[in-house]
């Protein structure tokens, strides 16, 4: 069965701290996607990220970071140099390629980010 | 801007009553998902559609809930009776999936939030 795990259900740190956002996954298929959803307080869900099972390298996009682990089953996401703007919900998410995947989601429970000033 | 528009917004109505969601999904995307945002349960996938056709609804109440897609630029939800366990935002999200399945972002809505008194 597909899950999702995002175990932190809130994280709060001061401005300019770097923070790690913890995502555990759990399928059977052997070729899936990740991906990182942040929903700011507007409520919307914006895309940050996807990753295939295929490909560990980490991926670096400016303050944000991603480190995924097929052998731990994770996909961490590191916010460095954290503003107040980057306070939101974070959803982790795993598509499966296989059984008609049409790409539907499931989502971790998500991580609320509080960055103070 | 290539988006996927949601109505209404917000929504207040009495428990019985009959609620309709639309989605108009981003022109060009051939699969098009109902999510449900609370709380307690989190991110929920409803229903899903590709090219129109319902592929699972197993996430639905059945004796309440339908799924439709007239044609494809609209996607709908609908509620009847309603209660106030229905209480939640509803998302709509669209994507593409070829023939190897949907290896891309869903693109979500900004949410219907749906109170039910």
């Known amino acids: 069965a597909q899950k999702v795990t995002q175990a932190q259900t809130e994280i709060s740190v001061v401005e300019k701290e770097d923070v790690t956002l913890d995502c555990v996954y759990e399928?059977?298929?052997?070729?899936?996607?990740l991906f990182w959803y942040k929903q700011p307080p507007s409520g919307e869900l914006v895309f940050l990220i996807r990753?295939?099972?295929?490909?560990?390298q980490n991926e670096i996009s400016g303050r944000y970071s991603w480190n995924f682990q097929k052998s731990t089953s994770s996909f961490n996401f590191t916010i460095t140099a954290s503003q107040v703007v980057d306070s939101a919900v974070y959803f982790c998410a795993l598509s499966e390629r296989g059984s008609g995947n049409t790409g539907k989601l499931i989502f971790g429970q998500g991580t609320t980010l509080q960055v103070k000033p | 801007d290539a988006r996927v528009t949601q109505t209404p917004r917000h929504k207040v109505t009495e428990m019985g009553q009959e609620v309709t969601m639309r989605c108009q999904p981003i022109?060009?995307?051939?699969?098009v998902f109902w999510y449900r945002q609370t709380m307690m349960q989190g991110l929920e996938l409803l229903a899903y559609f590709r090219n129109r056709a319902p592929l699972d609804d197993s996430g639905m109440p059945k004796d309440r809930f339908s799924a439709e897609m007239p044609d494809a630029t609209l996607a709908t939800l609908k509620i009847q009776p309603s209660e106030p366990r229905d209480s939640a935002v509803y998302f709509c999200a669209s994507g593409w999936a070829g023939t190897r399945g949907n290896t891309g972002e869903l693109f979500f809505g900004e949410g219907s939030r749906l109170t039910v008194l």
């Open positions: 399928t059977r298929d052997t070729t899936y996607y």
């Open positions: 990753r295939n099972s295929f490909d560990e």
């Open positions: 022109l060009g995307h051939n699969t």
